[in-house]
């Protein structure tokens, strides 16, 4: 049956939702309260790493949070204004990192990621957005034997879960990306991923064709959400609008939708930074290579190289800081020495994040008619086209493609 569905969010979630709620003839409108793509989907390093299966709470990790806060150019730090609210969270993401725990989030991880591609191409196929995606590789690469060997509870759980990967040498790593310094000796290669050459216009063009199929986008920010017993009100800054369904897809700024309706879901943000290079670099790479090292990202995009890196624990409120991200130039420019390190803007998202790694997916525990769809963490563009079938396939009623409690928003 066909019902008038309200997306919350125009990221990679809400979009991904849109588009497959109306594949199955629902009405949808999609509701953001800037123009579609202005989170996290906005910026991110583009990569979708097909079977991710990796969680970010993995065992030892409490030590390297508690060692990276106090130094000063770390990948990771906490604003000290923030330590007390995400203290809590920090003590359920240590939790999370025992080595049980850490093993089962990483399978049901595998559980969304390892369709991550074959979704996507299904998205895309026969659409102009093919153009923004392509076959890729995901390296990751490392100078010292010691920060390779340090992979190696990582390489169990991929093993583990049948995630498969090969691990390169120096000049297999160099025939892949002759552009990089000679210096990597060991690699990690995960082959079967695609790379989206502009995040923003994939996800703009997403929106697009949804209103090309007839679907509508309104700029409207969801102040309130009020179940009944077979509608929803929505309202927020222009009036009130109803729905027979809400799909909660506003990223890092769902928690407090979801509290309306009695969910208390642990969501917080892990704020995230890229510079975007000089647009003649663009050509350097021929697909996204993590610094293993020193944790950042260069993705070769559309418009040039971009840098992205940094988790940092500051809620959603405070300025950005690019000093961190900046102080990797001279790392970027040692791993790529023709990078032109001139930077033509620079950036702050808020990855949406649960301490166990994992998405919540699943409807309100007090309304059949609100679904949530968000905590994608790092891995939202690698999700987002399952997780739009996902959310189809829940609102039909159909039997998903994998048990969804894991997922389920009363988890915590
Ligand atoms: C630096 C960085 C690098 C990353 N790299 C990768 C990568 O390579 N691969 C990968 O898979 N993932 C990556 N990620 C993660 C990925 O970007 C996110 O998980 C994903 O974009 C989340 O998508 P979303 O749609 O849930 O949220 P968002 O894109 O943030 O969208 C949420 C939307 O909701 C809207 N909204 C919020 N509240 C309201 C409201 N009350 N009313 C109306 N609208 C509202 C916001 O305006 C926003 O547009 C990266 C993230 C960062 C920060």
Redesign the pocket.
């Known amino acids: 049956m066909s019902s008038k569905i309200i997306v919350?969010?125009?990221?990679?979630?809400?979009?991904a939702s849109a588009l497959s709620l109306q594949a199955d003839g629902h009405h949808v409108t999609l509701?953001?309260?800037?123009a579609?793509?202005?989170?996290?989907?906005?910026?991110?390093?583009?990569?979708?790493?097909n079977g991710s299966c990796v969680p970010t709470a993995m065992p030892g990790i409490i030590f390297d949070v508690m060692r990276m806060a106090v130094q000063p150019l770390s990948p990771l730090s906490i604003r000290p204004e923030y330590f007390h609210r995400i203290l809590p969270w920090l003590l359920r993401f240590s939790w999370q990192s025992r080595p049980a725990a850490a093993s089962k989030n990483a399978s049901h991880l595998r559980a969304l990621t390892k369709h991550a591609v074959d979704y996507w191409r299904q998205l895309v196929d026969e659409t102009a957005l093919t153009a923004f995606v392509e076959e890729a590789g995901w390296l990751k690469v490392y100078e010292e034997e010691a920060s390779f060997a340090a992979t190696a509870k990582a390489r169990k759980l991929m093993d583990e879960t049948g995630t498969s990967y090969e691990v390169l040498g120096r000049s297999e790593i160099n025939d892949f990306e002759p552009n990089l310094a000679p210096i990597f000796n060991f690699g990690l290669y995960q082959k079967d991923c695609l790379r989206i050459v502009n995040?923003h216009k994939l996800?703009k063009g997403m929106v697009d064709l949804m209103l090309s199929r007839g679907g509508r986008f309104r700029q409207?920010?969801?102040?309130r959400l009020q179940p009944e017993a077979n509608k929803v009100n929505l309202s927020?800054s222009a009036g009130t609008i109803t729905a027979d369904k809400v799909i909660v897809?506003?990223?890092?700024?769902?928690r407090s939708?979801a509290e309306q309706l009695g969910d208390n879901v642990p969501l917080d943000t892990?704020?995230?930074?890229?510079l975007m290079l000089s647009e003649s670099t663009r050509d350097l790479l021929n697909a996204?290579v993590v610094n293993g090292e020193s944790s950042f990202?260069l993705?070769p995009m559309d418009t040039g190289i971009r840098l992205?890196?940094?988790i940092e624990f500051g809620g959603l409120l405070a300025a950005p800081d690019y000093s961190r991200v900046r102080s990797l130039l001279p790392l970027a420019k040692r791993m790529l020495p023709t990078l032109d390190t001139h930077e033509q803007s620079a950036w702050m998202?808020?990855?949406?994040s649960l301490p166990d790694s994992l998405p919540v997916l699943g409807f309100s525990t007090n309304s059949e008619n609100v679904l949530y769809a968000?905590g994608?963490?790092?891995?939202?563009?690698?999700?987002?086209a399952v997780t739009g079938k996902l959310v189809s396939d829940l609102i039909a009623g159909r039997d998903p493609i994998t048990d969804m409690m894991p997922f389920r928003p009363s988890r915590f």
């Open positions: 919350i969010g125009a990221g990679v979630i809400g979009a509701l953001d309260r800037e579609p793509c202005a989170g996290a989907s906005f910026g991110n390093a583009g990569a979708i790493v995040p996800v409207f920010e969801v102040d927020g897809a506003a990223g890092a700024w769902s939708l892990e704020r995230g930074y890229h996204p990202v993705s992205s890196s940094q998202g808020f990855r949406p968000f994608h963490q790092h891995l939202g563009m690698t999700m987002g």
